[in-house]
């Protein structure tokens, strides 16, 4: 296609995402204004089309997705994906003191300064069980900032639904993609003080919990895409694999608890729906053959090629 007709085709795609949902470099995502055009949104991006093991994939990446090298008043950077701090399971916060205190309005701060709603320890190379949020994203809304050390999910709903995630350590838009996640969710967890907190949460705050508890337990919001979705960031994975140079990465998630992974995740079922499946509408699909995606009738993409 010509670069005007990707152009508008893109256009058309954003314009089906949910308003209320809008991924961008936070550590799990951050809601978008419904003032906001997506197109503006998408009027400076570079386009990017690259051939994948999924087959042509279409990419939307811009200078907006890659990690600040310094955030100010801290000397913490982002930790990215295959650093094996990210695949470990965090370790219990033992001592509530000043100095954690400081840490979380630390953290915090990062967190704002990400355009995110929540960032988990790990995420800035610390190896305890210890998230921030706020599901505002609102940094004059202190009232809705959250401290979360040793975190439990007592209860997950059976009621779930699918929206898209990014994630900071895997520079947000870059590898984004659907996720299931229970509506509702019963936890315990202790805050700054020391003082154990137990709290039902629902829709938007309940999925953020998820996706930053799964962090202290060693698990990336990848892990829970379907076969397809995978594929389709493969090429940017890549990219972070060789940017990390170091030959202790991790790069998957071990499979028995994968499968042990509440709610179950999209790569555990067929048919697969795809993020791109959800943004086009294509979501009645052929059964794929043996070996998930791509097996069988697996239905074939067109290719799109970028215009030199």
């Known amino acids: 296609k010509s670069g005007r007709n990707a152009m508008m085709t893109l256009n058309r795609m954003m314009s089906l995402l949910p308003l209320s949902y809008r991924f961008i470099r936070g550590a799990a995502f951050a809601p978008i204004s419904r003032s906001m055009s997506f197109t503006h949104t998408i009027q400076n991006a570079k386009l990017y089309l690259t051939e994948s093991t999924a087959g042509s994939a279409l990419y939307m990446s811009d200078d907006r997705f890659i990690n600040p090298t310094k955030f100010v008043g801290s000397d913490m950077t982002i930790t990215e994906y295959p650093n094996p701090v990210l695949r470990t399971k965090a370790a219990d916060i033992t001592d509530f003191d000043e100095k954690l205190n400081s840490l979380c309005e630390e953290m915090m701060s990062i967190m704002y300064q990400a355009d995110g709603v929540g960032l988990a320890a790990p995420q800035v190379d610390l190896g305890i069980q210890l998230f921030v949020y706020n599901p505002l994203g609102e940094k004059l809304r202190k009232s809705q900032e959250r401290i979360v050390c040793n975190p439990k999910i007592l209860e997950y709903s059976a009621e779930t639904d699918v929206e898209e995630e990014g994630c900071l350590s895997s520079r947000s838009g870059y590898c984004a993609g659907m996720v299931r996640r ?127």
């Open 182 to 308: 229970s509506k509702e969710i019963f936890v315990e967890y202790t805050d700054v003080k020391g003082q154990k907190t137990r709290r039902r949460l629902k829709g938007f705050e309940a999925r953020v919990f998820q996706h930053e508890y799964d962090h202290t337990q060693g698990v990336l919001h990848l892990d829970r895409f379907s076969e397809e979705d995978r594929d389709y960031i493969q090429p940017e994975l890549d990219k972070l694999t060789a940017d990390y140079g170091a030959t202790d990465g991790i790069l998957e998630l071990a499979e028995s608890v994968r499968n042990a992974l509440q709610p179950p995740t999209l790569r555990s079922e067929q048919p697969q729906i795809s993020m791109l499946d959800s943004l086009t509408g294509n979501t009645e699909k052929e059964p794929a053959g043996f070996g998930g995606f791509g097996g069988g009738k697996g239905k074939k993409k067109k290719k799109v090629k970028k215009k030199k």
